[in-house]
């Protein structure tokens, strides 16, 4: 890291692209995904990973839609969501429940 305030800026710019979606998605969204809240986590960051290979490895695909920064913002906030659900924190989700497939 070359300046702190480099990464300050990029927590920020997280944070506003969760808030943005999370008000656009609501809660619900990852509470009541099929499987439970962090297998629907887990494959929406395996298409993001997916994408994020095929857009790099395949250094001639010019994206269609976002650029891969914003691939790489959606997997740090599908982390970061993993995290409040892994701890209780998520809306919807009973973390007795949905926290791993071996619990409750």
């Known amino acids: 890291m070359k ?4 990464l300050d800026e990029i927590l920020t710019d997280l944070k506003i692209v969760m808030v943005q979606k999370h008000q ?3 809660p619900y969204n990852i509470a009541h ?11 929406r960051m395996h298409d993001k990973m997916e994408r994020l290979q095929n857009l790099f490895y395949e250094r001639n695909n ?5 650029p891969i920064e914003d ?6 906030n599908y982390a970061i969501i993993g995290l409040l659900v892994q701890r209780g ?3 919807g989700v009973n973390e007795n429940r949905d926290s791993s497939p071996n619990e409750g």
């Open 71 to 76: 691939t790489l913002k959606d997997l740090a």
């Open 24 to 26: 656009d998605y609501g």
């Open 33 to 43: 995904a099929p499987g439970g809240a962090m297998n629907g986590l887990l494959v």
């Open 3 to 6: 300046d702190i305030n480099n």
């Open 89 to 91: 924190q998520w809306k």
């Open 62 to 66: 010019t994206p269609n839609y976002e």
